[in-house]
C-alpha cells in the first residue's frame, strides 16, 4: 500500500545553518506530496505542496522538489531561525480521501 | 476566523467510559476528518465524512464511532474507552476530496487511566 517513509529525529542545528529532512514515499500512481508543519500546542498546518513530477513547492524559505525517479520529496531551507523549531510531516495524496502521514522529524534550532 | 474547532481540549477518563469528540468547521468544506497522532506514529486516519450523509473507516477504526451531523460538523465517539485509546485526536477538514490541503483543529488530548 501507499506508505510514507521520513527521516527520524530530533534534528538539532545552530541558527543559519542549512536543513534537510528526507523524505520517500511509495505509491501504485502519481501521488500528490505535502510537508506540513506542526508547532508546540497547535495542529498542522501545510507549508508547501507539490501536485506533479519536477514540481518545486516552496513557502517561507522552505523548498522541496517533486523527484519521481526517486519517489522522493526532501525538505529544504538554506538558513533555519528559532521559530523553525517544529515538528515537520511528509504526506501524500493518492486516488482518494485519504491523507497518509509519515512519522514526523522534530526539528530543533539553537540560537 | 474560527476554522476547525474542536472540544473538548483535555479529557481524562477510566476504563470503560464512554465520550464524545466535538468538532466543528466554518469554511464550508465539504470532506471531514479524525485523525489520532501517536508518539513515532504519525497521524492515523480514524474514519472521514467525504460529503454530508457520509462516513468510511480510515485505518484505525476499531473502538470508535462517528456521525456527520451536518455539514459543519463531524463528532468522534469512545463507547468503551480503552488505555490504547490514549493519544492526541485531531480533526480536519477539506474543500474537496482533491485539492489536498487539510486544515487542522488544535487536537484533543485523552488520558484513559
Known amino acids: 500500500g501507499d506508505s510514507v517513509t521520513q527521516m527520524e529525529g530530533p534534528v538539532t542545528l545552530s541558527e543559519e545553518a542549512f536543513l534537510t529532512i528526507n523524505c520517500t514515499y511509495t505509491?501504485?500512481?502519481?501521488?500528490?506530496l505535502f510537508w506540513y508543519v506542526q508547532y508546540p500546542g497547535e495542529g498542522l498546518q501545510l507549508l508547501l505542496k507539490a501536485t506533479k513530477a519536477d514540481d518545486k513547492g516552496s513557502n517561507k524559505g522552505f523548498e522541496a522538489t517533486y523527484r519521481k525517479e526517486t519517489t522522493s520529496f526532501h525538505l529544504e531551507k538554506g538558513s533555519v531561525q528559532v521559530s523553525d523549531s517544529a515538528v515537520y510531516f511528509c504526506a501524500l495524496l493518492f486516488g482518494g480521501f485519504k491523507t497518509i502521514f509519515g512519522a514526523g522529524t522534530r526539528l530543533f534550532v539553537k540560537a | 476566523n474560527a476554522g476547525v474547532t474542536q472540544t473538548p481540549k483535555f479529557q481524562v477518563l477510566k476504563t470503560g467510559q464512554s465520550m464524545t469528540l466535538q468538532c466543528a468547521q466554518d469554511m464550508n468544506h465539504n470532506s471531514m476528518y479524525w485523525y489520532r497522532q501517536d508518539p513515532g506514529m504519525g497521524l492515523r486516519l480514524i474514519y472521514y465524512s467525504a460529503s454530508e450523509g457520509t462516513t468510511d473507516k480510515g485505518e484505525v477504526p476499531n473502538g470508535y464511532n462517528v456521525s456527520r451531523l451536518n455539514k459543519r460538523e463531524f463528532s468522534l465517539r469512545l463507547e468503551s474507552a480503552a488505555p490504547s485509546q490514549t493519544s492526541v485526536y485531531f480533526c480536519?477538514?477539506?474543500?474537496?476530496?482533491?485539492?489536498?490541503?487539510?486544515?487542522f483543529g488544535e487536537g484533543s488530548r485523552l488520558t484513559v487511566l
Open positions: 480536519a477538514s477539506t474543500l474537496t476530496d482533491f485539492t489536498g490541503e487539510l486544515f
Open positions: 505509491a501504485t500512481g502519481y501521488p500528490s
